[in-house]
């Protein structure tokens, strides 16, 4: 609720809120009362055309708060934790519009905002219907990509671990857990032994930063921070971009990709030229990326890079011709 408390607005909705649940404060009908006698703002609708209606809503509030107060009604706050139990298979949606499964495999209560699942990732990518549950208590763990075995992290982790690690994403703040991209499914499986409290894991945000772990470790999810991609241009020629930054905001109607396009083209373009390369524009991106369309020729440690704004946002359909021909957009 906006307005503060000498606004005569904040004490009718306040009074119509409170009556509407069944819990009207003496104080705050008396205070609505006095801002309906008093006219609250309707002097300033004088001579318009809402004037009418705004009187006709003042009117039908004052009838209501004349009513004796409906019986409470009860307030349920949507609960912010998930009851997760070992062997449970959760679907979650990737930015790339795909899904993957989390086996559950313990939970410890005290980490994060609320008790966090210790998961580690079936082999399944799927579009729209999951597998079938014979299908899902046959899949193994999805692999680790190779290089990221390598990073200083791994070392306390047991061997058996390296190949499919486990992880457990947490709730930092009230609103962090994605619920809209999680759906439980009716499987079960049976997970590797693991206890929070002695089992190396990687911990990492529900937000952000999930969909950043996904394709770097496993390569799901959509290309990874870094990412050099390839592509083939109609007069024969190759291009490179690498990913700067993604985002799936609730403010944004679909995930958004900040691509920065590298001065260096060519098929025959190496690892040493790639690194080197200066970011001679930026293209943000709106959309899932086709499966299978994007060529991941290499990698750039990612850099803070802010967000470029007044870009003309295209899809990865339109992506290839803006490349060949970036004068049509630019200012």
């Known amino acids: 609720m906006t307005g503060s408390d000498e606004d005569p607005l904040f004490w009718l909705a306040l009074a119509d809120t409170q009556w509407t649940w069944g819990r009207l404060e003496a104080h705050v009908r008396k205070r609505a009362l006095r801002a309906l006698a008093d ?152 997970p590797r032994p693991a206890d929070p409290a002695t089992t190396q894991v990687i911990g990492l945000a529900w937000e952000a930063a999930l969909d950043e772990f996904l394709p770097d470790a496993f390569e799901v999810g959509g290309p990874r921070l870094g990412a050099v991609l390839a592509w083939p241009l109609s007069n024969g020629d190759t291009a490179y971009t690498v990913v700067e930054r993604m985002e799936w905001p609730d403010t944004l109607p679909s995930t958004m990709w900040q691509l920065g396009l590298l001065a260096c083209r060519g098929a025959g373009v190496g690892a040493r030229q790639i ?10 991106v709106m959309g899932f990326p086709a499966v299978g369309a994007l060529r991941e020729v290499g990698y750039r440690k990612p850099k803070d890079v802010d967000h470029v704004y007044g870009l003309i946002f295209k899809t990865w359909d339109e992506l290839p011709d803006e490349i060949e021909h970036p004068d049509r957009s630019l200012p």
Do not use: C
Not at 88 to 101: E, P
Not at 103 to 108: E, L, P
Not at 275 to 284: D, E, M
């Open 39 to 190: 006219g609250a703002d309707l002097a300033l609708w004088e001579g318009k055309p809402e004037h009418a209606a705004r009187v006709l809503v003042f009117q039908k509030l004052a009838t209501r708060l004349a009513l004796p107060v409906p019986p409470p009604k009860p307030v349920r706050e949507r609960a912010i934790s998930v009851a997760w139990r070992r062997g449970q298979l959760w679907a979650y949606s990737t930015l790339d519009g795909r899904k993957v499964v989390f086996r559950i495999t313990a939970v410890d209560p005290a980490y994060g905002f609320v008790p966090s699942p210790l998961v580690e990732l079936l082999d399944i990518v799927f579009d729209d219907e999951p597998p079938s549950a014979a299908a899902l208590r046959r899949a193994g763990l999805r692999p680790v990509r190779a290089s990221y075995i390598g990073q200083s992290l791994f070392d306390a982790f047991p061997a058996e671990h390296r190949g499919s690690p486990m992880f457990m994403p947490k709730v930092n703040n009230r609103g962090d857990l994605p619920r809209h991209r999680l759906k439980r499914l009716r499987a079960h499986g049976e």
């Open 275 to 284: 690194k080197a390369a200066s970011v001679v524009r930026q293209l943000v």
